[in-house]
């Protein structure tokens, strides 16, 4: 994958947002819902999103996978993955590329684990159709390869002519497919190879060929031309039985490392079939499908019974250790924060307050948010009421100038009526954005 030339001088960052801003326009007015949000996610970690419900986590990684819904827009900002091998230290500007380029993405370097596995799943197709999806379309050179070879094999033990017919016909057909794919697959790469040294260009011809190059990716047609006539014919298109049984074993095989139980009548359910648990697992392995760099979570055990959850998220911890490299995890729970990431930002409002290690955010909290919401964590041992911050969430149609916070905030300044903080690394890796550890501090 291609790189562009921002710098990264740490060579550990996976992905990153700066200054993101995505509003959403609306017949009541413009909602702000992302206010200028800066987050990291490192190689090998587990980062946690955590915030009230409607404090923009949500809204941060579906920027982040560029699929914002209308009246949703991304008006400002940079989302960058440093997903090359061959510079750790160079990025891509997901912003610039196309949406043919993202589509290739979406599903293999990056997943998404969606909030509800109900309402994620398509009712009136089987779960193999469903979880073989992403085979089909991120590694069918490999589905061709292994099935091209299976075929071979049938083909050398079978003497009757009408069947050695048929598998000649298949094989023929199978190699025309991945002849093509390859050849699409090539001129991808120069393309994209193209866009790399044009990233950062802004000079009006550079610019123009950019999108020129968008534009012509967009347009490259990746499939045979024959093959796709012989899909249409009613007899012949049942030549695919053979890659559809090696999607198949694919998909059994990764519903078994999931630990869900008998895979192959599984695969053949219907999701109103399966309990709220199972569907949860089902949703895990279409993320999985293709073992992205980065998995992100979008509350995976909400909705979800106690018991399940403490499946789950033993299910993503391992997973981790053995399969993603890194994982983004969003939730308003304080506690799972605390068992599954390394580190986390506290998000308020479309902003986010506080960026720091787990540790050092339960130990060493220093914007007002930040202990407020820990303060309402319930504790064993505690008897005396909950501690409550006062206030209500704002309206983003009109949010509080400056610092969003500061109508609830007890140690409100003038300046934080006005101007929004800047992020301040008040310790090492541990950031806040405060005007009391500012230069205005007291």
């Excluded at 206010?35 to 982040?64: I, P």
């Excluded at 085979?135 to 003497?159: A, C, W």
């Excluded at 569907?279 to 509350?299: G, K, M, T």
């Amino acid at each position: 994958m291609a790189a562009t030339a921002s710098q990264n001088p740490t060579g550990s960052i996976l992905a990153k947002t700066e200054d993101l801003y995505t509003d959403f326009y609306t017949f009541e007015g413009v909602v702000k819902a992302l206010n200028g949000v800066s987050v990291s996610v490192n190689q090998g970690e587990t980062f946690g999103l955590v915030g009230e419900s409607g404090c923009g986590k949500s809204v941060t990684v579906r920027s982040m996978m560029r699929i914002v819904q209308s009246p949703g827009k991304i008006v400002d900002g940079k989302i960058l993955l440093f997903f090359s091998d061959a510079d750790k230290e160079k990025s891509i500007d997901i912003l610039k590329r196309s949406e043919a380029f993202m589509t290739s993405m979406r599903g293999d370097d990056i997943s998404m684990i969606f909030q509800e596995a109900s309402t994620s799943l398509n009712p009136v197709l089987s779960i193999g159709y469903q979880v073989g999806e992403s085979f089909y379309f991120h590694r069918l050179e490999q589905m061709l390869d292994e099935t091209i070879e299976t075929v071979t094999t049938k083909l050398s033990n079978t003497r009757f002519f009408l069947v050695k017919w048929w598998r000649h016909l298949q094989n023929g057909l199978y190699k025309r497919e991945l002849a093509r794919l390859k050849q699409y697959g090539s001129e991808i790469d120069k393309i994209d190879d193209m866009l790399y040294t044009l990233e950062d260009a802004t000079e009006p011809k550079s610019v123009k060929r950019r999108s020129m190059l968008n534009r012509r990716r967009d347009k490259i047609y990746g499939k045979d031309i024959l093959v796709q006539f012989v899909k249409r014919v009613p007899f012949l298109k049942r030549y695919t039985s053979a890659l559809n049984g090696t999607v198949r074993k694919h998909v059994i095989s990764l519903l078994e490392s999931l630990g869900v139980p008998n895979s192959e009548r599984c695969a053949d359910s219907y999701p109103h079939e399966l309990s709220g648990g199972m569907q949860q697992r089902i949703v895990i392995a279409i993320a999985l499908a293709c073992n992205p760099v980065l998995l992100i979570a979008d509350e995976p055990t909400s909705n979800l019974d106690v018991t399940i959850q403490a499946q789950i998220v033993d299910l993503i911890k391992t997973l981790k250790e053995k399969t993603i490299s890194s994982v983004l995890f969003i939730t308003h729970d304080l506690g799972l924060i605390a068992e599954i990431c390394d580190r986390a930002a506290i998000m308020y409002a479309g902003d986010v307050c506080e960026n720091a290690t787990v540790e050092e955010i339960f130990n060493h909290p220093y914007h007002p948010y930040t202990r407020g919401l820990l303060k309402s964590v319930p504790k064993v041992e505690q008897v005396e009421e909950l501690s409550t911050i006062p206030g209500t969430v704002p309206n983003l149609i009109s949010p509080p100038t400056g610092c969003r916070f500061h109508p609830r905030c007890p140690h409100v300044m003038e300046v934080c009526k006005s101007k929004k903080p800047p992020m301040l690394e008040v310790a090492p890796g541990h950031e806040v954005a405060c005007h009391l550890y500012g230069e205005h501090k007291e």
